[in-house]
């Protein structure tokens, strides 16, 4: 009870959590074990809209056959169950840096969720699920900067790691005080464009969804993430990781997996996320990466053992953003007043090569890698 009650006044008051240790975390890692990943119905998106803090979004990352690399964001918060706020994020990275960055954010007025909780609305946006449960519809007039009109269509299944896709955290494991879960999309078809006060720029090419929640502070959920999106002609890998905050004895917990047009190849926690080489940034005191080695490991339906490999340097990085200089007020007030909590995102895109072995069957495809990693704390 002692422990659940130090837990409420970090929620509420911002202060660092007390070291637990790593019986106070359940990774999706112990389920996956078992059942290392589970295809996703229409009932797996729907939006949970916490009363309580809670972090939850649906984003839509592009890659654009013109080398526009982009991302559409909706974000839900909610600060102690006192104050929920919503966000409309647009990014847009050009070619060869042709163009400066080009970034929109703009809070949400009126929103609202259909019955079904499948359908998030507000004004001026919508972002709607197709009755079959395989397209999603993303508009926006929030921003004359950026008025987006997209459509993602599923053409490899979804899945979330795991029997439900969470890691519990929390003493008491039939109480748990917090969760996180990941749920994706690995592989689309894009359509439609992105009007900007330059022009219209269309999207048509790939894309990746993530429907993810964090219910509890983003900060004392994880101090370091590793997003991958990997997109060629036959293969998509993704895969999200983060490592724990002390609190939580700094556990590894990763999730992801290999599609292609119509299957999931392989996923589950079974993968790794490594910066194999680093270098200073004396201005955000991180240790920026400058190569990365990502692998993949598991098994197709049928029993055949999966590996796969996406390595080398990371070149000129596409942004560095400083999160708290950017993020809306709401953010801040769940995030702002720990001591050390400093986040800013190192975003990458380059081509690179997939090597893939299915079975005994090995090949090497080339393709676009947009990826990030995030440092909190």
């Not at 009109?149 to 519990?168: C, E, M, Q, R, W």
């Not at 003493?171 to 022009?199: C, L, Q, S, Y």
């Not at 996320?273 to 490991?297: C, G, N, Q, R």
């Not at 390595?311 to 953010?331: C, I």
Request: charged fraction near 20%; charge should be negative; glycine fraction near 8%.
């Amino acid at each position: 009870m002692f422990a659940w009650a130090k837990q409420q006044v970090a929620n509420v008051a911002g202060t660092p959590e007390p070291e637990y240790g790593p019986e106070a975390i359940r990774s999706v890692a112990d389920q996956a074990k078992t059942v290392p990943y589970t295809e996703l119905t229409k009932d797996d998106l729907r939006w949970v809209a916490m009363q309580s803090t809670c972090v939850e979004t649906q984003s839509f990352y592009l890659m654009a056959d013109s080398g526009h690399l982009g991302m559409a964001q909706v974000i839900y918060s909610n600060v102690g169950g006192i104050r929920t706020t919503c966000q409309f994020n647009t990014k847009i990275f050009y070619p060869n840096g042709e163009r400066p960055n080009l970034w929109s954010s703009d809070p949400l007025e009126n929103y609202s969720f259909d019955d079904d909780m499948l359908c998030f609305y507000a004004d001026n946006v919508a972002v709607t699920l197709s009755e079959d449960g395989n397209q999603y519809t993303i508009k926006s007039a929030t921003n004359d900067n950026s008025i987006v009109n997209l459509t993602f269509t599923k053409i490899a299944p979804g899945f979330h790691v795991g029997n439900d896709g969470k890691s519990y955290f929390g003493t008491d494991p039939e109480n748990p005080w917090g969760a996180m879960r990941h749920a994706f999309w690995p592989r689309n078809k894009v359509e439609g464009a992105i009007i900007t006060k330059d022009g219209e720029l269309d999207f048509k090419g790939k894309g990746f969804f993530v429907h993810a929640l964090q219910g509890m502070k983003p900060h004392h959920a994880a101090a370091k993430w590793t997003f991958v999106n990997f997109q060629s002609p036959n293969y998509s890998a993704v895969m999200m990781e983060y490592i724990t905050p002390p609190s939580y004895a700094s556990t590894v917990v990763n999730v992801g997996g290999l599609a292609r047009d119509g299957e999931v190849i392989a996923a589950g926690s079974s993968n790794s996320a490594v910066h194999t080489e680093i270098k200073d940034d004396p201005e955000a005191d991180w240790p920026e990466p400058s190569a990365v080695k990502y692998l993949w490991s598991g098994h197709t339906k049928d029993g055949r053992e999966v590996s796969a490999t996406l390595e080398g340097p990371l070149g000129t990085r596409l942004d560095r953003v400083d999160v708290m200089a950017q993020v809306p007020g709401f953010v801040k007030m769940i995030v702002g007043g720990v001591a050390g909590t400093r986040p800013y995102i190192y975003q990458y895109g380059l081509p690179i090569e997939l090597k893939i072995k299915i079975g005994e069957t090995e090949e090497t495809e080339r393709g676009v890698l947009f990826t990030e990693a995030t440092f909190i704390s």
